[in-house]
């Protein structure tokens, strides 16, 4: 059995489409947007359509294509991902022969699943995918991504003197704590589905408890 059809299991049940679109899903040197994103992200989504509902191949799709053309955080570039996105799923599903209507499906919900985007979701599918997206960016989880794309950013732990800045300006792009206080908190306000915002807040008090515990550490 190969990697991917291991991997493309925990996609179950859609487990032979995740076979065929993993080759082409994520950048293989991004370990924040990689196959283990990926399988967060579906089990997220799954729990969520549980309770919300939606079509479960569009979205399963949707999940397994959102990441598929890797733009850098610190890239200009970085607001047009989730549209290049869209428009390289689309290609893929198109070539497999699936409809029109279903690849619009999967294109908006890749298309605005992104915080960088600011798009309001309309479908239950691009709601759903962008709860689950972001459930992986607070908690646990959501910190060590923090540190490791602060790590590949080049970016310090945090400000030696101002860990807190309490006396200066937050620059996430400088200290990855920063980015709690400019991204991360604000997450858990924007949820489209009613599971997804409970869950919003069980792993927030993760996230805060996270940078509690470092900070009683520096």
Known sequence: ???????????????????????????????????????????????????????????????????????????????????????????????????????????????????????????????ILQDADRLDAIGMVGAARCFYIAGRMGSGLYDPLDPLAEDRELDDKAFAIDHFETKLFKLADGFQTATGRRLALERQQRLRDVLAMMLDEI
């Open 1 to 127: 059995m190969t990697r991917n059809f291991a991997l493309a299991a925990a996609f179950a049940p859609h487990a032979d489409l995740a076979a065929v679109l993993l080759p082409h899903a994520f950048a293989a040197d991004d370990g924040s947007h990689d196959a283990s994103h990926l399988i967060r992200v579906w089990k997220n989504a799954a729990r969520i359509h549980a309770e919300e509902g939606g079509d479960e191949r569009v979205l399963s799709a949707a999940v397994l294509l959102h990441d598929c053309v890797s733009v850098e955080k610190n890239s200009p570039h970085r607001t047009q991902a989730s549209r290049l996105a869209a428009e390289k799923a689309a290609d893929i599903l198109r070539d497999l022969g699936w409809s029109a209507e279903a690849i619009s499906s999967v294109a908006h919900a890749i298309l605005t699943h992104s915080f960088s985007a600011s798009i309001t979701p309309e479908t239950i599918e691009a709601k």
